[in-house]
């Protein structure tokens, strides 16, 4: 065993590599923060949209036959216009020969314009009972609905049943619906409808608590004489016939302008116009009938005049006499008026925004089935390709090898990854590069050869400058012409060298990745990246190694031809993940970049959450650092060309832009389980579980593993995925935002050995 020991001594001040990751560290926490507030805006996006899409909750209607013995008589006998003065209820009733003509469930983009030209073609007004969720979404129609001259009225921001609801839920629907209409059209109103109303008469000691706190705090409920039952659809004359009051008494009309299906509603209206006033009826709105009937009465008290006659001379029959009576109008000022706008505003985010997003995952959910496809064929035609008996890389390499260690502060693990090559079964030297450690690692590797009898081995200690470094160190120092490269907390079965290099037999091989293996996988955070493991990385490698556009050798376990290194200019500085620069430098040279299943490496994952975060952040900002640095590909030609209009694509396809939009899969999920449908979404998404289960289990095949970790993937999609999803994310903004990280250092425990009897 020989030593290369550098002139300076230990250090007790930080070293570069600290205070980098110090820095680093204080910088990325504005990125996280960043992160989870993109992440905060599209779930509060996804939320509203819901919101405003369903009812949440508690929306049983009242059962008919419900007792009514709270009720006063005069309410559940009188008109159906209910207003509440000095703390008394009292009643109004449309005047005779006037039509109240109301619309409920509106606004409709398709049925409320139509309704709205046929109303001002008849000069005809009108009071719509509108839903806020509905406002917020088509504001326009509503401020289109208010200045042609037309009332508007509050049916609920959900169309809920008020009956049962808390009165806290009463309050939000009351106000939601109110700050929709200051958005939309700068007004409030005091005219109220409860959704699944009639008549008075129907009014029971469930909804009459509501009507009365209601009518208490200045609304005026509004009920029907007469109801088209439109919703129905029996047809436009039945709707005419239906919504015709008997005689000439006057009557508050219920139709729809949406809610459904309302073609016959729009057919119906002006037959229904044009009928009424060849009966010598007049049109008006909640207010106008209101202020008809005080005046009536006034009239009435005056001068013995007949209440129908007065109302009949006031209104006239046309819109300007509507114009001024549209007394529930309240203009919206202040608080409520900026509250409404921003509410319009945010709603019309969410307009633009789910739609989108719905698209998004469309293409994500197609691009996620075909990798899983396009993984299990060709995952399947390399391991039937490459275990043909007829199979040869060539003639068997027999030749040493340099095994190149680079490692900074592996106390716990060197011993135990020289001990792995100590029974190496291929003739090797080991170079482990010390790259400034401060616990002793050189000494402790040194201690470990002695004891082994390892004499091929070499412990180069030089002032700390980062893994590439440390790499570049070792294969300038090395004796042979392959160097494999291995972490200093991973260990190598004994046949694992001799496998990696026999590709080396095809002088077009440059490069090998080895098969890289989880050793802690007994704990939850173990088991979760063995999966990932076997299925996400080595099923990927079967995969890109057929297609000939490898994107990553491991820097677990990789081997090099030493010419191919020095040609590409050694391991790079430039980016985090100089595993994955150095793989496709090699195919822009020209060399072959390789998989060998059958060697396989045990690594040490991260223990914690907090490390893997870090881990896999530098993975893949280090990835986008790469394709970047290598985006000349796409335009050269030769096998750099190959690799840029072949791997390039497919990693940033599979690795970047599918992954970091795949949470829209789970976003979706949990939006339609509230808001749609819980058991269609529920079965949905155990189908693609169920799809991946299949992947896995075919990568688990392939690679002889037990089987029993797979019931950790249904908590693995739940948690440690959505995790994944945040770091890329992370990662993206870091790389929008030009961020840069030195390589960082995880804590090790060194509970990796000797894999004999592992797996």
Not at 91 to 96: E, Q
Not at 111 to 129: C, G, H, M, R
Not at 384 to 390: F, H, K, P, Q
Request: proline share 5%.
């Amino acid at each position: 065993m020989t030593t290369t020991t550098p002139s300076r001594g230990r250090r007790r001040a930080p070293t570069r590599i600290e205070r980098a990751a110090g820095k680093a560290a204080a910088l990325q926490k504005p990125r996280v923060i960043l992160a989870m507030l993109l992440l905060l805006g599209l779930t509060s996006v996804m939320l509203l949209d819901g919101y405003l899409r369903a009812e949440v909750g508690g929306d049983e209607r009242v059962r008919d036959g419900a007792s009514s013995s709270k009720v006063p008589d005069k309410i559940l006998n009188g008109g159906p216009i209910i207003s509440f003065r000095g703390g008394q209820a009292t009643t109004t009733s449309v005047p005779a020969k006037t039509i109240a003509l109301t619309f409920d469930d509106g606004p409709n983009p398709t049925y409320t314009p139509q309704v709205l030209k046929i109303l001002e073609k008849y000069d005809v007004p009108a009071t719509f009972f509108v839903v806020g969720s509905m406002v917020s979404r088509y504001p326009g129609i509503v401020k289109d609905m208010v200045d042609q001259g037309n009332e508007v009225g509050i049916h609920t921001f959900t169309h809920v049943d008020l009956s049962y609801q808390s009165d806290a839920r009463v309050r939000r629907e009351m106000t939601q619906t109110q700050l929709a209409l200051a958005g939309a059209a700068g007004i409030t109103t005091t005219l109220f409808r409860a959704p699944y109303s009639s008549e008075t008469d129907a009014i029971d000691n469930y909804s009459w608590p509501v009507y009365k706190k209601l009518g208490e705090e200045g609304y005026t409920s509004v009920f029907v004489d007469t109801d088209s039952d439109d919703w129905k659809k029996p047809g436009a004359s039945k709707i005419v016939e239906w919504a015709t009051p008997s005689g000439t008494s006057g009557a508050s009309v219920l139709m729809h302008d949406a809610g459904g299906d309302r073609e016959q509603t729009v057919e119906a209206l002006p037959e229904y116009i044009e009928k009424m006033r060849a009966k010598g009826y007049t049109f008006t709105t909640i207010s106008g009938a209101v202020e008809a009937q005080n005046t009536a009465a006034r009239a009435g008290q005056q001068a013995n005049a007949p209440a129908g006659a007065a109302g009949g001379q006031l209104l006239g029959g046309n819109r300007n006499s509507a114009d001024r009576l549209q007394a529930a109008h309240r203009e919206a000022t202040g608080t409520t008026l900026y509250e409404g706008k921003a509410l319009v505003v945010a709603v019309a985010v969410a307009e633009f925004t789910v739609p989108t997003l719905s698209v998004g995952l469309v293409i994500v959910g197609v691009a996620v089935m075909g990798r899983f496809g396009m993984m299990l064929i060709l995952a399947r035609r390399h391991y039937r390709l490459r275990n043909r008996r007829r199979f040869s890389w060539g003639p068997t390499v027999t030749r040493p090898v340099t095994v190149i260690v680079p490692a900074y502060n592996e106390k716990e693990c060197i011993a135990n990854t020289l001990e792995s090559l100590a029974r190496s079964t291929h003739p090797i030297e080991v170079i482990v590069v010390d790259d400034g450690s401060s616990d002793g690692t050189s000494e402790i590797a040194r201690e470990a050869a002695r004891s082994l009898g390892m004499t091929n081995v070499r412990v180069i200690r030089q002032e700390n400058a980062g893994k590439p470094a440390a790499l570049n160190n070792g294969v300038r120092s090395a004796s042979h012409d392959i160097v494999v490269m291995m972490d200093g907390d991973t260990v190598f079965e004994p046949d694992t060298v001799r496998q990696l290099v026999q590709p080396f037999a095809n002088p077009e091989v440059g490069a090998v990745a080895g098969n890289a293996k989880v050793g802690n996988r007994d704990t939850v955070i173990g088991a979760w990246q063995h999966i990932e493991y076997v299925m996400g990385f080595n099923l990927d490698r079967r995969m890109y190694d057929l297609l000939r556009c490898m994107p990553t050798i491991p820097g677990a376990i990789g081997a090099f031809r030493r010419e191919a290194v020095l040609q590409v200019g050694g391991m790079s500085e430039d980016t985090l993940a100089e595993d994955t620069d150095i793989t496709i430098a090699m195919h822009r040279a020209g060399w072959r970049v390789v998989y060998q299943e059958h060697a396989r490496a045990w690594t040490e994952a991260p223990g914690s959450l907090k490390q893997l975060w870090s881990q896999r952040y530098r993975w893949s900002y280090g990835t986008m650092q790469a394709l970047w640095k290598h985006r000349e590909s796409l335009t050269d030609k030769g096998p750099s060309g190959r690799f840029g209009r072949v791997g390039m694509p497919l990693v940033v396809i599979f690795q970047i832009v599918t992954p970091v939009f795949a949470p829209l899969i789970d976003v979706f999920t949990a939006y339609s389980m509230i808001f749609v449908d819980f058991q269609a979404a529920l079965y949905a998404w155990l189908a693609v579980l169920g799809v991946q289960l299949v992947c896995a289990a075919y990568a688990f095949k392939l690679d002889k593993e037990k089987y029993r970790y797979l019931l950790m993937m249904p908590l693995q999609q739940l948690a440690y995925r959505q995790m994944m999803y945040l770091v890329l994310i992370h990662s993206c903004i870091t790389a929008l935002t030009g961020g840069r990280l030195r390589w960082q250092k995880l804590k090790r425990t060194g509970e990796v050995g000797t894999p004999a009897g592992v797996g």
